[in-house]
């Protein structure tokens, strides 16, 4: 008899981006697995995005479990924490509600992990126009991720465009030659749920800017390496303005991490236990 426990629960994070959400989730629907469940990570949204979810719930092809919370301002490393906690798996992917996976995106993922170890992918950001303009057979039949079909809808000529083009064994070259970090990235990492949870998640001071990458030093800091996939595992970002982005939770956060890189911080306080005498 089959499990019924998935081998990976993605975690999507969201807040009042319905459109975005809906063009992320048919993502999930054309996967080369379905051995994974949709842990949806909502940092406050109105009644919409529930009714979207109960919506596609009638017929998807993997289990939706919806993690809300009322709208406090931006709290996601908060619902992201409750959102750790929900998932039913031992291992742990997290992305988006705005961005589309590409249909092998959970298969390179499951294909890549390993213990003592989490992955780092990144993600192709897309114009507004273009993110506008996608519509369910374009995800169907992948052409969002067709540097060809995005150029005939104005995207320009750029040498990130390799992250679509890259073949297995192009891709393999250029996750071992960029220069960019194996960060954990919100958008784009995976990792084991008991690693997440021994450095008790996210810090909940934090709200946007470089959290993600927080959790990824603390992780490092316990003696998790990290495997770089950037150019393996795609997904594509549709843009959107960030009006929660201010330079003083920048300057905050870049303080905390800061305190994590020097002093080689494992544990966050103010993580998914609240109980601050105790650890995981």
């Given at each position: 008899m089959k499990s019924l426990k998935p081998s990976v629960s993605v975690i999507l994070s969201t807040y009042n981006a319905v459109d975005w959400l809906?063009?992320?989730?048919?993502?999930?629907?054309?996967?080369?697995?379905?051995?994974?469940?949709?842990?949806?990570?909502?940092?406050?949204?109105?009644?919409?995005?529930?009714?979207?979810?109960?919506?596609?719930?009638?017929?998807?092809?993997?289990?939706?479990?919806?993690?809300?919370?009322?709208?406090?301002?931006?709290?996601?490393?908060?619902?992201?924490?409750?959102?750790?906690?929900?998932?039913?798996?031992?291992?742990?992917?997290?992305?988006?509600?705005?961005?589309?996976?590409?249909?092998?995106?959970?298969?390179?993922?499951?294909?890549?992990?390993?213990?003592?170890?989490?992955?780092?992918?990144?993600?192709?950001?897309?114009?507004?126009?273009?993110?506008?303009?996608?519509?369910?057979?374009?995800?169907?039949?992948?052409?969002?991720f067709d540097v060809n079909w995005l150029k005939e809808r104005g995207l320009k000529s750029s040498f990130k465009n390799k992250k679509l083009t890259a073949g297995k064994f192009t891709s393999r070259a250029l996750n071992f030659l960029t220069p960019t970090n194996a960060s954990w990235n919100g958008h784009n990492a995976s990792g084991w749920k008991e690693d997440i949870v021994r450095v008790n998640g996210f810090d909940e001071r934090m709200q946007y800017g470089g959290q993600d990458r927080e959790l990824g030093e603390r992780l490092m800091n316990s003696g998790i390496k990290s495997i770089q996939i950037r150019y393996t595992a795609i997904c594509v970002h549709l843009d959107h303005a960030r009006g929660y982005k201010t330079q003083e939770t920048l300057d905050k956060n870049a303080a905390i991490r800061k305190n994590t890189r020097d002093n080689k911080v494992t544990y966050a306080i103010h993580g998914i236990n609240k109980n601050h005498d105790v650890t995981i």
């Open positions: 809906e063009k992320t989730l048919w993502g999930y629907q054309f996967q080369t697995t379905f051995d994974f469940e949709i842990v949806i990570a909502d940092d406050g949204s109105g009644p919409q995005t529930k009714e979207l979810l109960e919506e596609f719930s009638k017929d998807f092809p993997v289990p939706i479990i919806h993690v809300w919370q009322e709208d406090e301002g931006f709290q996601k490393s908060r619902i992201l924490n409750k959102a750790i906690v929900a998932c039913n798996s031992d291992y742990i992917l997290m992305s988006d509600g705005d961005c589309i996976p590409k249909n092998n995106f959970v298969e390179e993922h499951l294909k890549h992990r390993r213990k003592g170890y989490f992955l780092s992918g990144g993600y192709f950001k897309l114009p507004l126009d273009i993110s506008n303009s996608i519509n369910l057979p374009d995800i169907q039949n992948q052409n969002c």
